[in-house]
């Protein structure tokens, strides 16, 4: 076996200079027929990206652009990831074709992204039935914790946390179902993302949503980009807090549902 090894990285490694040149002259020219999904031969994301850019709208790691992308794109987006994945790992020198581990890693990975952990950027967000408060419930509900699994836009290393919300509805409030919330929330943070933002954006959300007297939103979750990489501290977490409405008004309700969520 050990013999093997070698004779086969040595030949490979031969190739490989070659091989790459050769490659990379033409690389130009075959990426853009390869890639050819879309009317005019370009690139998918370069069709996409212009239509974004026609509307002024942003794209930034953490924005939604589903009004952008029509049926079947996002199949056409994951083959040209898994190509510009490819080249990455041909980058990093890793001989994805002796090495049986990583022949299907760039169609993994680039799957991985586009469909699974930043799918949020690419679907239209999940379809909620709202009800009206025929009961006029005017008590706190704490929904959590829901877990949380998200990646850091400066490094795309996970974020696996657990969040809790805080909803104080008014008579007029439309209500979602419980299992709403967890559906909104996986699919703000199923996207590349800062902490900050994402509390954000989801509180903001609720607002729109189910027009509450109060919204709280409390996330805690492990950065992986603090434990994998950097400083490796692997107990440091990251807490924050939106209070909303009457969570910001009333010290009496923000300390309830802090300390109810605190015991869970
Ligand atoms: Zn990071």
């Known amino acids: 076996m050990p ?4 004779a086969v990285k040595k030949s490979s490694a031969a190739k490989t200079p070659v091989k790459k040149v050769a490659v990379k002259k033409s690389a130009p ?10 009317d005019d031969g370009l690139p998918l994301s370069v069709l996409i990206r212009r239509r ?23 199949e056409g987006l994951v083959d040209e990831v898994a190509e510009k994945m490819q080249a990455v790992l041909e980058s990093l020198v890793i001989d994805t074709e002796s ?37 006029r419930l005017n008590e706190l509900m704490i929904i959590g914790p829901i877990t949380v699994r998200s990646a850091c836009s400066h490094h795309l290393c ?36 800062i902490q900050e933002e994402a509390v954000v954006e ?7 949503k189910i027009k509450p007297v109060g919204v709280a939103v409390v ?22 807090s939106v209070m909303r409405g009457a969570f910001l008004r009333d010290s009496n309700l923000r300390r309830e549902f802090l300390a109810l969520i605190e015991r869970k």
Not at 29 to 37: H, P, Y
Not at 100 to 115: D, G, L
């Open 99 to 135: 090495d049986h581990n990583t022949k299907s890693t760039s169609r993994r990975v680039a799957k991985m992204y586009v469909q699974e952990v930043f799918n949020g950027r690419y679907v239209e967000q999940p379809a909620l039935t709202k009800f009206p408060n025929v009961s």
């Open 202 to 208: 989801l509180a903001d959300m609720l607002e729109k």
């Open 29 to 38: 020219a075959t990426k853009v027929t390869k890639t050819a999904k879309a």
């Open 219 to 240: 996330m805690d979750a492990d950065h992986f980009c603090m434990q994998w990489r950097g400083v490796k501290d692997r107990d440091s977490k990251m807490i924050n």
């Open 158 to 193: 996970p974020i696996m946390g657990r969040i809790w919300i805080g909803v104080l509805p008014s008579k007029n409030s439309a209500l979602i179902g419980l299992s709403k919330y967890s559906r909104l929330t996986e699919w703000v943070m199923c996207r590349p993302q």
């Open 3 to 6: 013999t093997k090894k070698v």
């Open 52 to 74: 974004i850019k026609a509307q002024n709208a942003r794209f930034h790691a953490n924005d939604n652009i589903s009004a952008f992308i029509k049926p079947g794109e996002l």
